[in-house]
């Protein structure tokens, strides 16, 4: 046969046979009247290595496997081999069976919301209902770079269930105390150039406790156990991302004013 009619009975390609030449998978038949000659030898170990590679085997490992194993100690490097492989593909299905369960959800996300996002339902529709609000466009912006964050936070990781199980507890009440505590931000944030003043700062913490009443309005042991895992939030790549996403430093220090609760919150 020729290369071609080789690759062809292998349901391979000429390149692949090419390829495994040049590992030493395959031998090379000598030069015969301008084309070189495969026999049925060179279509049995190509099928066998194809067999084994479609198997998941990696080529690295192939040669040894090729042959029957002539003793015992052959035939365990064998089995340790495919157990590793055996492991891998389970490693792969778990990452496969994720990976499927994430675009299921975004698809079923773009179906109902009209958008991709890794923010619950909940978190879209509290966002939606604050954007159809008379805000100002200063006080919008602030909204929209707020989900921004949140949207960054559940690329990590999902947003935990305390978060959607309160989000979903809000009222119009609490809506309307939530974009009073934003417009007192931005309020703050319009004559603040660099420096705060300590009436600036007791003027925030104060908002960073409304902050935090509004979120116990809806459920106290909800509130606190949040507050407890905001604690673990005062690292460098957090405030990184908020300095980001709000230069101004009214947002800096609200968002120190809230950890600081958290703190207080976790000792006790």
């Keep these: 046969m020729q290369v071609k ?18 590992l030493g998978l395959l031998g090379v038949p000598e030069q015969g009247q301008g084309w070189r000659s495969y026999g049925f030898a060179h279509l049995t170990r190509l099928m066998r290595i194809r067999w084994l590679v479609e198997s998941g085997v990696p080529l690295s490992e192939v040669p040894h496997m090729l042959a029957p194993p002539a003793n015992a100690d052959e035939r365990a490097v064998v089995i340790d081999d495919l157990d590793g492989v055996l492991a891998t593909i389970d490693e792969r299905i778990d990452t496969l069976k994720e990976q499927r369960h994430r ?16 923010l619950p339902p909940a978190v879209v529709r ?33 947003l935990p269930d305390d978060v959607v199980a309160l989000v979903e507890g809000l009222g119009e009440d609490q809506l309307d105390a939530i974009c009073g505590i934003w417009e007192e931000c931005q309020a703050l944030a319009a004559h603040v150039s660099r420096r705060l003043t300590p009436i600036d700062r007791d003027r925030i913490t104060d908002l960073a406790r409304q902050a ?17 895992r905001a604690a673990d939030l ?10 980001l996403a709000y230069p101004s430093p009214v947002y800096r220090e609200l968002f120190a004013a809230v950890l600081a609760l958290a703190a207080e919150r976790s000792r006790r």
């Design 212 to 228: 935090v009443e509004v979120a116990e309005g809806v459920d106290r042991d909800i509130a606190t156990r949040l507050l407890v």
């Design 103 to 118: 675009v299921a959800t975004l698809l079923e996300r773009v179906h109902s919301q009209g958008r991709l996002s890794p």
């Design 126 to 158: 509290l966002y939606a209902a604050l954007a159809q609000r008379p805000l100002s466009p200063a006080l919008a912006e602030s909204m929209r770079r707020e989900r921004d964050l949140l949207e960054l936070a559940c690329y990590h990781a999902p």
């Design 234 to 243: 005062d690292r460098p790549p957090v405030r990184a991302a908020v300095h």
């Design 5 to 22: 009619d080789l690759a062809t009975l292998a349901g391979t390609t000429v390149r692949t046979v090419r390829y495994y030449h040049q």
